[in-house]
Nanobody
């Protein structure tokens, strides 16, 4: 089992940057595929991106491709989401999630563990 805690959210102006962190627990953190999702008010939770267990391969939603970058440091049991060129439509609660079996899946149902979320607000 793994517990996930996100941090790094906040208020930023359009065009700015934020880096979110997701700290995990447990000895087998490196065995989990990790993903980032977000949920805006009144909308369904959506896929942002995912990273392979080793960290060498990533997958992104078209809406963030070229602006967001996911990385992980398994020694620190932490996954990062670097967000650049932020837009007001990026405003949402951002969640990290861990998958036991899936490899960079965009599907919510493939993830077994979730963090509590961190709010990101982008002002225009």
């Amino acid at each position: 089992q793994v517990q996930l805690v996100e941090s790094g959210g906040g208020l930023v102006q359009a065009g700015g940057s934020l880096r979110l962190s997701c700290a995990g627990s447990g000895r087998t953190f490196s065995s989990y595929g990790m993903g980032w999702f977000r949920q805006a008010p009144g909308r369904e939770r959506e896929f942002v991106g995912a990273i392979s267990r080793i960290g060498g391969v990533t997958n992104y939603a078209d809406s963030v491709k070229g602006r967001f970058t996911i990385s992980r440091d398994n020694a620190k049991k932490t996954v990062y989401l670097q967000m650049n060129s932020l837009k007001p439509e990026d405003t949402a609660v951002y969640y990290c999630a861990a998958s036991i079996a899936a490899h960079m899946s965009p599907h919510i149902s493939d993830y077994n563990y979730w963090g509590q979320g961190t709010q990101v607000t982008v002002s225009s």
